[in-house]
């Protein structure tokens, strides 16, 4: 070790070593815009897929307003009003209250067992299909009817009934939407 430290001190002083570093720099700042420039090239991407929706938090405009509060609140009285209906009358009233949004409406019924126990219901979901898409990609709405303690969710299923309504009146969707309001 002792051999090799007076070695690399005199390197150090050389003045062609001085010389290099300013070229070494400029040199490695040419590979590196080269580099940039060659990387939309299909030979250097590897097709690389880059999502669009990486790039749309920064153009959100809030037009959820004032007037879609008002709805919200009729939705949510209307949600309560069916809080005594049995799940095919809340399956139907819920189905009459996507129709009249505009929107395509299914219903779902199922029956399954956990612990021992039966449970069964109908599910209503409506979509809305994307003006733009391909009809590969959706996002799924969900509400549950009642929630984990057994009571109405009136804010949860109005939100979606609300967001239905609104997302329907805009064109700019590239995904389908689902919105669904489980039975259980």
Same mark, same amino acid.
Request: with cysteine; proline share 4%; aromatic share 12%.
């Given at each position: 070790?002792?051999?090799?430290?007076?070695?690399?001190?005199?390197?150090?002083?050389?003045?062609?070593?001085?010389?290099?570093?300013?070229?070494?720099?400029?040199?490695?700042?040419?590979?590196?815009?080269?580099?940039?420039?060659?990387?939309?090239?299909?030979?250097?991407?590897?097709?690389?897929?880059?999502?669009?929706?990486?790039?749309?938090?920064?153009?959100?405009?809030?037009?959820?307003?004032?007037?879609?509060?008002?709805?919200?609140?009729?939705?949510?009285?209307?949600?309560?009003?069916?809080?005594?209906?049995?799940?095919?009358?809340?399956?139907?009233?819920?189905?009459?209250?996507?129709?009249? /949004?505009?929107?395509?409406? =299914? %219903?779902?019924?199922?029956?399954?067992? &956990?612990?021992? *126990?039966?449970?069964? +219901? !109908?599910?209503?979901?409506?979509?809305?299909? /994307?003006?733009?898409?391909? =009809? %590969?990609?959706?996002?799924?709405?969900? &509400?549950?009817? *009642?929630?984990?303690? +057994? !009571?109405?969710?009136?804010?949860?299923?109005?939100?979606?009934?609300?967001? =239905?309504?609104?997302?329907?009146?805009?064109?700019?969707?590239?995904?389908?939407?689902?919105?669904?309001?489980?039975?259980?």
């Amino acid at each position: 070790m002792a051999l090799i430290s007076p070695t690399i001190l005199a390197l150090r002083r050389d003045p062609r070593i001085l010389k290099l570093p300013p070229y070494l720099s400029a040199f490695c700042v040419v590979v590196g815009i080269v580099w940039l420039l060659l990387l939309p090239l299909n030979e250097y991407s590897r097709q690389t897929y880059i999502s669009e929706n990486a790039l749309l938090p920064g153009q959100v405009h809030t037009y959820f307003g004032g007037s879609e509060q008002s709805v919200f609140n009729a939705y949510k009285y209307e949600v309560r009003s069916l809080a005594e209906e049995g799940q095919h009358q809340v399956a139907v009233k819920l189905g009459e209250i996507f129709r009249s /949004a505009g929107l395509k409406v =299914a %219903t779902q019924e199922y029956e399954y067992q &956990a612990g021992g *126990r039966s449970y069964g +219901g !109908e599910n209503v979901y409506s979509i809305l299909h /994307a003006p733009r898409g391909d =009809a %590969t990609e959706a996002i799924v709405l969900v &509400a549950a009817w *009642r929630n984990m303690d +057994g !009571e109405l969710n009136e804010s949860g299923v109005a939100l979606v009934l609300t967001l =239905a309504r609104y997302f329907k009146r805009w064109s700019l969707w590239s995904k389908d939407i689902i919105f669904l309001i489980t039975g259980d």
